[in-house]
């Protein structure tokens, strides 16, 4: 039995008459068309909706955003790559008319407009939401690493320059006493010179990263990048990489990304109630629950989602000093709300005794009198201070409890946590071909991150209703606007 056989080249074919005809009704570019047309691209900042009344004429910036939208969705990100498919690639051909804008064009556009593209993807939210495509009940924040434009080697930490320098001097060092071997015995005219030159080059690099060292101090931050200078050295699984920090909530529902954050702080640990707050204004609902990992535990932080209504589940992270050295950690006292005292494992009671600031938050504090423990046969496995244990209360610490009560009630919030938000991740970054980033520079990168979680929503509702589903969902949004 043959192969199957492709057609003779030679042979003449019949072309369906109209570009229209290669796009069925359930192809994802009637809708990227249609959503863009709806769009009012001035207010969301897009510059040049109008045409110039003079000079050459332009791209329309929605014929731009539709090419951009078709390659983030098909894995096309780079702008030469984006101009050589509207060559060969039918459906960019129907989705930009046959318009053929060159790369340089391209790459200006996403990079001039990060807050508008930043807009766009608000745009598409607000579609899911009044599509019902969230369910407003649960959201699991959680961040990942996307690697920038910068390389390794041209990151520089304090420890790093310290190190260089050190290694520097130490080789400037060898070399001179190695000079002065020579010149104590016959000198030997060529390896001196070359000697002299290794010594050049090392001045030169010692001049170079003092210098660093000098912008760094000058700048009062702890690392420098060199290519983009806004990215960070974060560690990023097994390895340390250059990176920015994407913040997500994603809604449980559909695991679809109701609000997302670029940031370059290495740590996850103040970004819990920034958004959860997001994501609740975006579904608009008075309460809602949100769970992230232990990386995000912190007490300000789950105060300022309880007071706006929202419903925290975060783990607590072993912290306490204590633990290690196989002493009791606070858990081990027992709080009695009623009496204001905390009971410890010998069963003394622990009574207030003052109140102090402590990093912005009121502390109060806890003791016994001191020859209580000093007398107490469990006091190796409590503390060595001479004045015995105290222990420290905030003054929102209720909130805590609650939590941490909250968390061991309902161990399968955790499970759903990993669940919902390294969907969306995996996606991106295996799925989609996304984890890196082309811009550089915090602004344009948010701009460029907006791009793909608006990609992933797509997807997700793509697979979820379909294209027709979709395009008639805009047309009822249009209905109720008018
Ligand atoms: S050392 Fe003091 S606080 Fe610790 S268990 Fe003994 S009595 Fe209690």
Redo the contacts with the bound molecule.
């Keep these: 039995m043959p192969h199957i056989q492709g057609r003779d080249r030679h042979s003449e074919v019949q072309f369906p008459p109209t570009l229209d005809d290669y796009i069925d009704a359930e192809n994802p570019v009637r809708f990227i068309d249609a959503f863009v047309d709806q769009l009012d691209l001035a207010a969301l900042g897009f510059v040049r909706v109008a045409a110039a009344v003079e000079g050459r004429p332009g791209y329309h910036p929605g014929d731009l955003l539709k090419l951009y939208l078709y390659g983030y969705l098909n894995r096309i990100r780079s702008s030469r790559g984006l101009e050589r498919e509207t060559h060969r690639n039918v459906e960019l051909m129907w989705l930009l008319k046959q318009l053929r804008p060159d790369h340089k064009t391209i790459a200006d556009f996403r990079k001039v407009h990060s807050d508008a593209l930043r807009g766009v993807c608000r745009q598409f939210t607000q579609l899911c939401k009044e599509l019902e495509l969230f369910g407003g009940e649960l959201v699991a924040i959680d961040g990942s690493k996307f690697l920038a434009v910068n390389s390794r080697r041209r990151n520089f930490t304090v420890d790093k320059l310290q190190k260089i320098l050190k290694e520097v001097d130490e080789q400037i060092e060898g070399y001179l006493s190695e000079l002065e071997q020579q010149d104590a015995a016959v000198p030997a005219l060529e390896q001196s010179e070359r000697l002299q030159r290794k010594l050049e080059r090392l001045h030169e690099r010692k001049a170079k990263h003092e210098a660093l060292q000098a912008q760094m101090t000058e700048l009062g931050q702890t690392q420098l990048s060199l290519t983009d200078a806004d990215s960070r050295r974060m560690v990023d699984g097994p390895h340390a990489s250059i990176c920015y920090n994407v913040q997500t909530a994603v809604d449980a529902k559909h695991k679809l990304i109701v609000a997302h954050e670029v940031t370059n702080e290495v740590s996850d640990q103040l970004w819990l109630a920034a958004m959860a707050l997001q994501a609740q204004e975006v579904m608009d609902v008075e309460e809602i629950e949100a769970v992230a990992d232990r990386g995000y535990y912190d007490s300000q932080n789950v105060k300022q989602c309880v007071d706006a209504g929202i419903t925290p589940y975060v783990s607590k992270p072993p912290t306490s000093k204590n633990g290690p050295l196989g002493r ?1 950690t606070k858990e081990a006292f027992t709080y009695d709300g009623e009496l204001d005292v905390y009971r ?3 069963g ?1 009671r ?1 009574t207030f005794r003052f109140e102090a600031t402590q990093k912005g938050r009121m502390m109060r504090n806890y003791e ?1 009198p001191s020859r ?2 000093r007398n ?1 046969e ?2 190796m496995q ?2 060595d201070a001479a004045r ?2 105290r222990i420290r209360r905030w003054e929102d610490e209720s909130l805590l409890e609650e939590m941490r009560d909250r968390v061991k009630a309902n161990p399968q919030r955790m499970k759903q946590r990993r669940e919902i938000v390294e969907h969306p991740f995996g996606t991106l970054k295996c799925g989609m071909n996304q984890g890196y980033f082309l811009c550089r520079g915090l602004t344009k990168v948010r701009g460029e991150m907006s791009l793909s979680i608006l990609s992933y929503n797509l997807k997700r509702v793509f697979n979820i209703l379909g294209t027709e589903a979709m395009i008639a969902g805009l047309t009822v949004k249009k209905t109720v606007k008018e």
Aim: hydrophobic share 40%; glycine share 6%; aromatic share 6%.
């Design positions: 009791f410890c494992p010998a003394e622990l016994l209580v423990c107490c469990l006091k409590c503390t015995g244990r």
